[in-house]
């Protein structure tokens, strides 16, 4: 077992409220000065960015992990994570089915710029990216597990699209084996208040600028003999599954 300092929840310059610096480059770079190990691309409603971050972060020794932060029709953020870059995409691909079809006003919510492994914008997608989809709180578990990811609440402990503001308290119908905070602090809080003894609680950035990627400060220990960044994937994915 060997412990991986992480960052799993990270946008680029593709969602429309980051920042345009966020690019794929740009987001390993300050992993690396940040000391970590795993970092996953979530941004809105699309893994378009997921190529060219993979690319990034094999030239600087960065394990990535591709991802997507999916927004509910109940307007609820989940972090939904997956194995492979192919699944990822396939993934991607069905969420575009999904999405309510609504013009991004680039003046307002920003740009949504596609990039490829050397930052450049090979394409500005034109449908607003960060509205809700009309897949339900409760559908989208099984649907990232169909493409072979897991998919877990996100930021639980804020009033923006957390699951418990939205909600009013987790589901009681559903056993999570992971959720996600923004402060790290109120772990113990969290877990006394909402049950979660089973669940596995990762803290992610929610990064929007490059400043909000943190200093090393989580890890999650993984089983990766004989060692490979296919297979570090593998079992954190599995893990976050598992629970406690």
């Not at 929840?9 to 300050?30: E, F, K, Q, R």
């Not at 795993?38 to 378009?48: E, G, S």
């Not at 997921?50 to 030239?59: I, L, N, Q």
Request: aromatic share 8%.
């Amino acid at each position: 077992m060997s412990r991986y300092y992480y960052d799993l929840h990270i946008h680029s310059c593709l969602s429309p409220c980051a920042d345009n610096d966020n690019t794929p480059n740009n987001l390993v770079g300050m992993g690396v000065l940040a000391g970590l190990q795993i970092m996953a691309l979530t941004d809105h409603n699309t893994c378009r960015n997921c190529p060219a971050f993979f690319a990034a972060a094999k030239k600087h020794g960065i394990i990535p992990v591709a991802g997507m932060e999916l927004t509910t029709a109940e307007d609820i953020h989940m972090v939904c994570l997956f194995p492979d870059l192919d699944s990822a995409m396939a993934f991607d691909e069905e969420i575009g089915r999904h999405l309510i079809r609504i013009p991004n006003r680039p003046d307002i919510f920003g740009d949504q710029l596609v990039m490829d492994e050397n930052d450049e914008v090979i394409e500005t997608l034109p449908d607003l990216l960060s509205n809700a989809t009309d897949i339900s709180v409760d559908e989208a578990d099984s649907l990232a597990e169909y493409y072979g990811g897991v998919c877990y609440p996100a930021h639980i402990d804020r009033e923006a699209n957390g699951i418990i503001a939205v909600l009013g308290d987790l589901p009681p119908h559903e056993t999570y084996t992971c959720v996600e905070l923004h402060d790290g602090t109120r772990e113990a809080e969290f877990r006394a208040k909402y049950a979660l003894d089973r669940a596995l609680v990762t803290v992610g950035s929610d990064a929007h600028f490059l400043w909000d990627i943190r200093d090393k400060e989580r890890f999650i220990e993984l089983d990766d003999e004989p060692y490979s960044s296919a297979l570090v994937r593998k079992n954190l994915i599995e893990r976050l599954r598992r629970g406690v």
